[in-house]
């Protein structure tokens, strides 16, 4: 029977697997492994008040170990999951916006590396965090190598820059953390403090600290530092794990589960949590009041946590009212989602420059207190206050009404508190509680997203006026202000543009030497986010000037050939002519710039003419657009670019741009056909594609199979020659095919009549097939 | 020709406002490309005391290729000839486009007190460094008298 019910478990048939265990207990009686069973079951199936229920049983039965709780646990974060699944966009969306935050610790950026996808971390935290996927943009990269990516030069020197006192913080953490290593926590501690009395809105200090105080049994220290880590970041797991092991350490486990499972709520990743997690519970659990209802009422006045409650009512539902019980579970869940939503909703504050404390004086008496102490009825008033929006200009963050508004009126209930409280519970319906989150986490969301772009980076500081210095964020290639910055693994920053063309002539960093062909072979020009961030939130003025500037570099190049003032751009090799295709191989510098311009402009074409002497600035008078069709780019930056001929063009001026050749250009097209002589040119027309095709039909195999390899077959002869500005495709093909030198066919190229054209196409088949017989 | 790029307007603004120590650049006003360098002799080497007028050069696709650089004043030195070409690596195959007028200048100067007779561009100079390098610097301090004191700039 049991192995039909574990049967039935690991195929998450949870309610079978329940009733086989009931109907096992009722046969075999009652046993602590059953009771465990039946309680997972429960637990897995999402019943949480029967699988508390049914632990009670176990633990009363016989001996219960921690690690037999996986199956609560486990439970219990999934269900969390799902309700905080919703939220899980906007959080991305806030962390898409920082400039000097790193997302893995939600702390100023230190030693910053930024990696492939632009996105950038504090070097320590992207060697800790081992899975190799961005945190940010969620993409894995597997050949990731935090060593071999060095820091982010312009970065780095702006982080020192504008944030000293954090930074020296910063020094002074990383030398605590040397006497953490050493187990020397009481000279950690006091590094810890130099720094918070630098940095005392860095709540990474408060954590370490937390975390030391904790290693010396000084819990009560530990959870003072923890609560103001949780205030400070809301988002950040870690806090919450903090805070649950100075609870744990404390002997208040029953906030030590809630602290853990906001912890998981926010990263059902962190290990170390979830074992907690289960070592909490067992702890609960253990130390259950004997089944006297007079011993649980004292327990639940002496400790009246909501926990306390939670587990009360599912242990022993006659002292409770029967539908409380549920309710509790709900409420359980409900502070998980205030943990996720606060999270999510949360924006740090602004500072006034470094080492400024949006922690205000009297919050701390607020800290001291669990805001989960509370009654519920003042949970439900808190959910009305949040739905406010939370906007930057309302209500400046860390100012006494926000501290409010976030942790509403936590007092300890006092014992008259409770027996309201329980009034109360009674009669609220538990479906008052479900409409709440969606009705005031939708509006909030657009609103805060409004929000967030007029206010630009979620992270913005206020920084004094004479630390902003434009050229700290100037291109050393350029001179100018970075557009759209990229950054080498060498840690160096460039506008992307100016990086590429220093690729085209060579592949390694213009200010370091290192190589980036890897860089190049990537074909990386993923935008550095931060300093894009950094650039649109405190030098919007010139940042506006300098995308102006680049956006009427591209319309110039766009105008290419609209009008005789503006030049087209010459590639000057061959000839190319209208219909017929011309892959070309790209590899020397100035014509890499040139694809990309004409790639970028969105004009997709420029002027090929041939080469007629040693001096290539004296290209041929005349010449053919060439469109480009498709553009594969090799490794190292060369390109196979595939084109059809375009529009034919006069040379009217010759002149020179970044590198290569340029001119002011007329179109041609041929001249119309008078229909008094259509039947005549018809006829002509008739004639030589019969020739031509005599002249084909004559070539040896190797050579029709590498022209129809190159140019394709003949096309087919237009009934009407007259229709195409160019003439027929046929003949053009035919002119690219046929042996005749460069100069007659610039001559054909150049004739702006068809019938003159096939006149002189007529002699020159006339004259190679004379040559033939 | 499309106008001066920014950056080589930037460059010459810096180093009018911030000039390096012992060297003057002046653009050219026709041709804002074209600078006149002057470059004082370093102390303690033998070209001490004389003032050397250079040509520097942008190019077309500056900073894309080196600018190009040249002595106007005659100079008995291992790595530049009697041309005034000038053995430079930066402004040869060590170019980068993220050096600028600034760094190619101070490499001449570095290059005036520190000769590379291993690397030579006129092989009879280098040959008499190696050979006999007293008699070579007090050769190379014959040619400074002789035509870098009291010069001025060529036309
Ligand atoms: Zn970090
Ligand atoms: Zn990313
Ligand atoms: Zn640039
Ligand atoms: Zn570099």
Request: contains cysteine; aromatic residues 8%.
């Amino acid at each position: 029977m049991v192995d039909l019910a574990r049967q039935a478990f690991s195929t998450n048939n949870f309610g079978l697997a329940a009733e086989i265990y009931e109907r096992t207990i009722k046969e075999n009686g009652p046993q602590a492994d059953l009771y465990l069973g039946l309680a997972d079951s429960f637990a897995r199936g999402g019943q949480f008040t029967k699988a508390f229920d049914a632990y009670t049983n176990a633990f009363r039965l016989g001996r219960v170990t921690p690690e037999k709780l996986k199956h609560l646990v486990t439970a219990l974060i999934e269900s969390l999951s799902q309700d905080s699944s919703s939220s899980g966009g906007q959080q991305n969306s806030m962390k898409k916006s920082c400039m000097f935050t790193c997302v893995l610790c939600r702390g100023l950026l230190n030693d910053p590396v930024t990696i492939k996808c632009g996105h950038t971390f504090c070097r320590k935290c992207l060697e800790r965090d081992r899975t190799k996927t961005c945190k940010v943009c969620g993409i894995v990269h597997y050949r990731l190598k935090p060593a071999n990516i060095r820091t982010n030069v312009v970065l780095s020197n702006l982080i020192h820059k504008w944030f000293p006192d954090s930074c020296r913080a910063a020094e002074l953490k990383a030398e605590g953390n040397k006497f953490f290593e050493k187990r020397d926590f009481e000279r950690a501690i006091k590094f810890y403090s130099e720094a918070i009395s630098l940095s005392d809105a860095d709540h990474l200090l408060f954590s370490n600290r937390s975390h030391a105080y904790n290693a010396l049994d000084q819990y009560d220290k530990a959870l003072e530092d923890a609560e103001k880590v949780v205030k400070m970041r809301p988002d950040w797991p870690k806090g919450f794990f903090r805070k649950g092991l100075a609870l744990y350490g404390l002997g208040r486990y029953e906030e030590a589960v809630i602290a853990f499972l906001q912890c998981l709520a926010l990263d059902k990743e962190v290990t170390s949590a979830k074992e907690y997690l289960s070592k909490s519970l067992h702890m609960v659990l253990s130390q259950l009041p004997p089944d006297d209802p007079k011993a649980l009422q004292r327990q639940r006045e002496a400790n009246p946590s909501l926990f306390q409650a939670l587990v009360n009512s599912n242990f022993n539902i006659s002292t409770f009212l029967p539908h409380i019980t549920a309710n509790t579970f709900n409420q359980l869940k409900q502070i998980m989602n205030d943990t996720v939503e606060e999270a999510s909703n949360f924006m740090p504050p602004s500072q006034a420059c470094s080492g400024a404390s949006p922690v205000l004086d009297d919050a701390k008496d607020l800290l001291k207190v669990s805001p989960y102490l509370q009654e519920p009825g003042s949970m439900l008033e808190k959910h009305r206050c949040n739905s406010v929006p939370v906007l930057k200009e309302t209500s400046p963050p860390g100012s006494p009404e926000s501290v409010l508004r976030q942790r509403s009126r936590s007092q300890s209930p006092d014992r008259k508190d409770l027996e309201t409280q329980g009034s109360r519970k009674r009669s609220r319906n538990p479906s008052v509680n479900q409409p709440l989150s969606p009705t005031h986490s939708s509006p909030q969301k657009c609103l805060r997203s409004e929000a967030e772009e007029k206010s630009g980076a979620s992270d913005k500081k206020a920084i004094s006026e004479d630390l902003l210095s434009v050229e700290d964020l100037e291109c050393s290639l350029c001179y100018r202000l970075f557009y759209k910055p990229v950054t080498t693994p060498c840690g160096h920053s460039f506008c992307c543009e100016c990086l590429d063309r220093c690729m085209d002539h060579q592949t390694s960093c213009p200010m370091c030497k290192s190589s980036l062909a890897e860089y190049l072979a990537e074909r990386r020009s993923t935008m550095t986010e931060c300093l894009q961030a950094i650039i649109v939130n405190y030098f919007e003025k010139e940042y506006i000037d300098r995308q102006k500037i680049h956006e009427e570099e591209i319309n110039e190049l766009a105008k290419m050939g609209l009008d005789t003032q503006h030049e087209i751009p010459v590639f000057v090799c061959t000839l190319g002519f209208p219909s017929v295709p011309c892959p070309l191989h790209i590899f020397e510098p100035r014509y890499r710039l040139m694809i990309r311009q004409c790639m970028e402009s969105g004009t997709r074409q420029f002027g090929m003419c041939a080469c007629l002497s040693d001096n290539e600035e004296n290209f041929s008078d005349y010449g053919c657009m060439l469109e480009v069709r498709d553009v594969h780019f090799f490794a190292d930056g060369r390109s196979l670019v595939d084109t059809v001929g375009g529009r034919r063009f006069r040379v009217l001026g010759r002149s020179k741009r970044d590198g290569y050749n340029t001119a002011k250009v007329e179109f041609l097209s041929d001249d119309p056909v008078d229909q008094a002589v259509l039947p005549e040119l018809q006829q002509l027309q008739h004639d030589i594609y019969a020739d031509m095709k005599k002249w084909l039909d004559r070539l040896p195999a190797v050579h029709k199979a590498r022209i129809s390899q190159h140019f394709g077959t003949i096309p087919t002869m237009d009934p009407n020659p007259s229709t195409n500005p160019n003439g027929p495709h046929w003949a053009w093909w035919c002119i690219a095919v046929l042996p005749i030198d460069t100069r007659v066919q610039l001559a054909l190229l150049a004739m702006g009549s068809f019938k003159e054209r096939l006149e002189a196409m007529k002699k020159v088949l006339q004259y190679l097939g004379k040559r033939h017989s | 020709m499309a106008g001066l790029p920014r950056r080589i307007i930037k460059e010459t603004q810096r180093l009018q406002a911030d000039p390096v120590p012992g060297i003057s650049a002046i653009p050219d006003e026709a041709n804002a490309r074209h600078f006149k360098v002057e470059v004082a002799g370093p102390v303690k080497s033998p070209y001490e005391g004389g003032t050397f007028h250079l040509e520097l050069f942008l190019p077309e696709e500056y900073p894309m290729s080196a600018p190009k650089v040249r002595f106007m004043t005659r100079i008995y030195h291992p790595n530049i000839d009697k041309l005034g070409r000038i053995c430079l690596d930066i402004l040869k195959d060590k170019w980068s486009p993220a050096l600028q007028i600034r760094t190619v200048l101070l490499s001449i100067q570095a290059l005036l007190s520190a000769p590379n007779p291993d690397d030579p561009l006129d092989t009879n100079v280098a040959e008499a460094w190696k050979k006999d390098e007293e008699s070579a610097i007090e050769e190379a301090r014959q040619f400074t008298r002789q035509h870098a004191m009291g010069n001025k700039p060529q036309q």
